[in-house]
């Protein structure tokens, strides 16, 4: 029996949006609710999937060099070859068949005939794959005009006017996406019978104008691809192919590499074939958008966008600037209440908030399309929580629905007020973030400068979805035309870029590349910050402040504290960084740098000198005075830490890092020579640098090495820990101090310096200070041997807590300092790597060993404490990993312990799931 590819609304299965795309799925699930829905049929993807079977694999080799992004030569030569391979393929058999039988079925239920010029069908043939990708894919709208059925179409509606705006949006439309019309022919066409009719808006253009466009349009197809086709079926079916083929178009397939749309989440496009429904039928006719809450604040109010005398295209497209939903609810309230409960009922159904595209024709109101909404990282949450409260959806449904990233684009900065920025624009708000960039015109000027390294604000007048690319590259966007569901508002949301539309009072000069605006004119490469916060514009680098949790956000993150079973620490050096860790809800510091708090001048001297230092006694001398500096930071940061655990790690980088190098040294010696200086003390530098040199410090005398060599180090390391303590402790806090010994491969190691460093100091200053401290010790696992041999170790420590960073280095044997600017990104191309193991935890590899080591250490050690200090901590897909292992708590960079505690709770409830 041969395949069934077509489907009318009523008998498919809205959940099934893999076969029906997310558009049908949303038609079907409309009129099944019983809201108002043109009549229509869909045809599945594995129609689209059927079609391009043939040449699939010349396709996908194809899409893999586009993927590449090579300059706009070769990738237009490439598009060329790739359409025209597709124009060459049919329909699959049958399908054909079967379109034209639904098509009668829609003739029988319109009471219309397709192509009969007294009272003729129209239909719109529209793109639709199982996840949204907003505006990357085609529409034909009015499929079914042609010289006489728009004159039936007048006659029908004694509406002259609108026939023939009809039929000229039609042509236009046609020319461009099925028959690849540069657009610009018709839009320059266009203008110039608005300049001869002297008309500003399209909807004040004479009829005379209109039929002239139609004429001058159909020219423009005969001269580029031969006679407009006048029959219907012939339009409809050239319009299918070019639907499927937009799944290819350039942008939609970078869309789906930027956004990992892989065929295992959509494959191919539905085509969904619509009776037409007329918004610009007359000014009680429009169309327009509408979210049911608020997608820029969260708030629970319906918002969006109508613009009357207007078909669906003029609203995304940003081409005129249409009226607010409560100006629509002023005009037309009936109309808004249906539209109210219909988007509220669908809200509730879907459980999600929805973006809704509906058509009013002659007072009466149709929904086109639904999907869950994509809105700002803060509407994001707050309608989470809002809902959850709501009883809509449950507490974890909310914790869900928010994804980590969300969470840390909410930790953007926002602009200092003190700075006293004057703006130069306001726009809309579209998308929140203030960030600075140099000002760039076009998507690829913006790819260009964004290769060299350079943060770019894209300016454009409105956006098209071929300018996606440069999106991507640009650090934030800019338009002076459309609104808040105009394609770059859109877009920006989605992908997470900060984005200011529609400043109306600047003006955008593409050609000449300046911006002006406030009586200043910008041109390329100056910089601009834009504020998506506020919508407004400034031009220079304005300061930004650093973010603070919204409620919303904090009431979801204790949510969010209530189902993981992951603690969540943060990575902190400075008291600075401890106060945003505690601020953002860490659970204490898993990993204190000590080294990073050698950054001031005189304590890197001090450090140089012991490193040098011939002899103990030399070293002890220098030790001393470095170990009081560093008491001071320690009370700074475990008061702020206080009743929290915070575990300082002892020294641990390779000793050249901290040191001058030796040819530099040597040129001063060769200088001073000549100038005739004494350069003794030079010469005993130098070549004792050149004793301490390593061919490969990575693996040479660092961590705990130090400590054995040198004693004395994690002596008065640890003194200056244990006083900052005794002391605090004597003023009556509370704190609690973890010392970590970093790269152990054995634990005689850990016996060793424990016997002769730590524990004297421990004891010196429980003794001299009469105070009795608790502090525990433990190691890191970062070795690979230190892995293998956990349980001895385990018996020897309080804790242990893994270095993914160097663990991943020593499993792989790839060096953390080069490999990811050398040989990773040509891993992932050649997807002989699925993701730099550096971001995401290897999980075949270095996750199995952390699973192992965990495991073993609390078998040999039941009350240890295992963590995980590495970069992996503040990454989702690895903390899902942790959280599955014997592992206790993560310890992420501060700005990320927030993304951590949502992802710890995603990964319990998805794990509570499974089981
Ligand atoms: C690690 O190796 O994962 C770690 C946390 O230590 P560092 O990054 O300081 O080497
Ligand atoms: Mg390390």
């Known amino acids: 029996m041969p395949k069934k590819y077509v489907f009318d609304f009523d008998e498919a299965d809205y959940r099934n949006k893999r076969l029906f795309g997310g558009k049908g799925a949303s038609l079907v699930q409309m009129a099944q609710l019983g809201l108002r829905v043109p009549p229509g049929f869909i045809i599945t993807t594995e129609a689209c999937k059927d079609f391009f079977g043939p040449k699939r694999e010349e396709i996908a080799e194809l899409e893999a060099q586009l993927a590449r992004q090579p300059p706009p030569d070769v990738r237009d030569a490439l598009i060329t070859k790739l359409f025209s391979i597709i124009d060459s393929l049919d329909l699959p058999q049958g399908l054909w068949e079967e379109v034209v039988e639904h098509m009668k079925r829609l003739e029988d239920r319109t009471g219309r005939r397709f192509g009969d010029p007294k009272n003729p069908l129209l239909v719109s043939v529209r793109s639709g794959a199982a996840v949204s990708m907003p505006g990357m894919m085609d529409t034909v709208l009015n499929l079914g005009l042609n010289d006489e059925t728009v004159k039936g179409l007048a006659e029908q509606t004694n509406n002259e006017w609108f026939a023939y705006d009809a039929y000229r949006r039609f042509i236009n439309m046609f020319g461009r996406i099925v028959l690849n019309i540069d657009d610009k022919l018709f839009s320059k066409a266009w203008d110039d019978i608005k300049r001869k009719y002297g008309v500003k808006e399209d909807p004040q253009m004479p009829i005379e104008g209109l039929k002239e466009a ?273 394609h770059a508002a859109v877009v920006a949301r989605a992908i997470g870029k900060p984005a200011v539309v529609g400043a109306e009072d600047a003006v955008v000069d593409e050609q000449n590349k300046v911006l002006r605006a406030g009586g200043l004119i910008l041109k390329e490469g100056d910089w601009v910050t834009i504020d998506g916060n506020t919508g407004l514009v400034y031009p220079g680098v304005v300061p930004t402040l650093e973010p603070e949790l919204i409620p919303e956000l904090e009431e979801l993150l204790r949510w969010a504290d209530e189902v993981r079973r992951l603690g969540v620490r943060a990575n902190a050096d400075l008291p600075e960084d401890a106060a945003i860790a505690r601020k953002f809800g860490a659970e204490g510091i898993g990993l204190l740098r000590i080294e990073r708090m050698f950054r001031k001048p005189e304590r890197l001297d001090l450090l140089r000198r012991i490193i040098l230092a011939e002899n103990r006694e030399e070293r002890i001398k220098h030790l001393e005075q470095l170990y009081r500096m560093l008491k001071e930071d320690f009370k700074a940061i475990f008061e702020i830490m206080d009743g929290l655990p915070v575990v300082v790690r002892l020294i641990d980088p390779p000793l050249h890092e901290f040191l001058p190098k030796p040819e530099e ?7 001073g020579r000549m100038s005739g200086k004494d350069v003794s003390s030079l010469e005993r530098l130098y070549n ?172 040999a050690n039941p009350a240890i404490e295992v963590g995980v200090c590495g970069e992996h901590g503040g990454e989702p897909k690895s903390i899902s990993l942790f959280s599955r292992m014997k592992i206790d708590y993560v310890s992420a960079s501060p700005f990320r312990v927030p993304l951590a505690r949502l992802a710890a709770a995603q990964a319990a409830i998805a794990s509570s799931k499974r089981e």
């Open 665 to 671: 040294v040597l040129q001063q010696i060769c200088e």
């Open 214 to 486: 139609v004429e001058i349009f159909k020219k423009i197809v005969a001269e580029s691809r031969g006679a407009f086709p006048q029959d219907p079926w012939e339009q409809l079916k050239l319009a299918i192919k070019a639907v499927f083929r937009s799944w290819d178009s350039p942008r939609a397939i970078f869309y789906r590499i930027a956004e990992k749309i892989t065929s295992d989440i959509a494959d191919c496009t539905a085509v969904n074939v619509v009776t037409m429904v007329f918004g610009n039928m007359g000014w009680d006719s429009g169309t327009g958008v509408v979210f049911s809450r608020d997608v820029a604040t969260g708030e629970n109010r319906l918002y969006g966008e109508f613009l009357p005398v207007a078909q669906g295209e003029d609203v995304v497209a940003g081409i005129r600037t249409p009226m607010d939903i409560d100006e629509f609810k002023k005009r037309f309230p009936h109309l808004y209440e249906e539209l109210y409960n219909g988007v509220k009922l669908l809200e509730k159904v879907n459980k999600d908030v929805q973006d809704v595209e509906f058509t009013v024709e002659r007072g009466r109101l149709y929904f086109l399309q639904c999907r869950n909404a994509k809105m700002t990282p803060m509407a994001r949450v707050k309608t989470a929580v809002d809902m959850a409260k709501e009883g809509i959806i449950t507490k974890d449904e909310a914790l869900m629905k928010v994804s980590p990233e969300h969470v840390l684009q909410l930790l953007y900065p926002r602009i200092d007020p003190k700075a006293n920025a004057r703006p130069i624009a306001k726009g809309l708000p579209a998308s929140p973030g203030a960030v600075s960039g140099q000002l760039v015109f076009n998507p690829d000027d913006a790819v260009k400068w964004a290769r060299d390294g350079k943060k770019v604000v894209l300016a454009r007048v409105e956006t098209k979805p071929d300018d996606v690319h440069g999106f991507y590259a640009a650090v934030g966007i800019l338009t002076t035309r459309g609104g808040m569901t105009s």
């Open 688 to 859: 004792r640098l050149k004793a301490l040199q390593e061919a490969n410090p990575m693996l040479g005398h660092r961590g705990v090495r130090v400590g054995v060599s040198y004693p004395e180090v994690y002596y008065y390391l640890t003194k200056a820990i244990a006083e900052a303590a005794s002391e605090l402790k004597k003023e009556g806090r509370n704190p609690v101090v973890e010392i970590m010994i970093p790269q152990v491969s054995d634990v005689r190691e850990i016996k060793y310096v424990k016997e002769k460093g730590i524990m004297p100091a421990l004891r010196d200053v429980e003794e001299s200070s009469g105070v009795k401290l608790d502090i525990k010790i433990g190691t890191m696992i970062e070795t690979v041997r230190a892995a293998l041999t956990v349980e001895k170790i385990a018996r020897e420590v309080d804790f242990i807590s893994f270095g993914t960073n160097d663990l991943t280095q020593a499993v792989f044997s790839f060096s953390r300092d080069d490999a990811e600017n050398k040989f990773i990104p040509q891993y992932l191309d050649l997807k002989i790597l699925d993701a730099d193991p550096f971001e995401t935890l290897d999980p075949e590899g270095v996750a199995k060993l952390v699973e192992q080591a965990s495991r073993s250490a609390k078998e």
